[in-house]
């Protein structure tokens, strides 16, 4: 698996940019993807993550009603709409994606995963 981030950029607090991670590979058809973000000191967290079928989603708390996080399987491609930037959202954001499972009604998605080499958002006061 192959994943490939881009989108980032410098931007003023307020406004907002477009992240895109683009899969090739064996993608799986059962996975999750999510975007994570490490600022420098800080550990790698989780912003936001979605199911294959696109039907679950999930987001960290300082990031719910400005941050979007969307995928098109045709495109084998996800998204993070992100508006009212932060400077706080500086960071080196990465694409994840983890290969998942059905068993007994459940899905399972295991870390780790396979990661991107990140794209830099800059965000200025």
């Known amino acids: 698996v192959q994943l490939v981030e881009s989108g980032g950029g410098l931007v003023q607090a307020g406004g907002s940019l477009r992240l895109s991670c683009a899969a090739s590979?064996?993608?799986?058809?059962?996975?999750?993807m999510g975007w994570y973000r490490q600022a420098p000191g800080n550990e790698r967290e989780l912003v936001a993550s979605i199911t294959s079928s696109g039907g679950s989603t999930n987001y960290t708390d300082s990031v719910k009603g400005r941050f979007t996080i969307s995928r098109d399987n045709a495109k084998n491609t996800m998204y993070l709409q992100m508006n009212s930037l932060k400077p706080e959202d500086t960071a080196m954001y990465y694409c994840?994606?983890?290969?998942?499972?059905?068993?007994?009604?459940?899905?399972?998605?295991?870390?780790?995963?396979?990661w991107g080499q990140g794209t830099q958002v800059t965000v200025s006061s």
């Open positions: 994840n994606l983890r290969p998942g499972s059905y068993y007994r009604g459940s899905y399972y998605y295991p870390p780790p995963g396979y």
């Open positions: 590979g064996s993608t799986f058809t059962i996975n999750a």
